[in-house]
């Protein structure tokens, strides 16, 4: 995991997504020591979705969740 404030990676944002690219590790973004934002490799991000998919798929569950917008369990 890769921890840094969104200043800092605006600062060098190139470097900071090549770096997630080559090592498929999570760079979570703060702001006052907090996390606000994750980036995450789309290779990654792809395949999470698609576990997803096939949790839901294996639970028997079609469509979205009727109590989350997103369509995600919390």
Request: with cysteine; glycine share 6%; charged share 30%.
């Amino acid at each position: 995991m890769i921890e840094m404030s969104v200043s800092e990676a605006a600062t060098d944002l190139e470097s900071v997504i090549d770096t997630i690219c080559v090592t498929h590790r999570i760079a979570w973004l703060t702001r006052a020591g907090k996390p606000v934002a994750a980036l995450i490799d789309a290779g990654d991000y792809r395949q999470l979705l698609a576990s997803r998919e096939e949790l839901r798929t294996r639970q028997g569950q079609t469509g979205r969740d009727r109590d989350s917008p997103s369509g995600m369990s919390e």
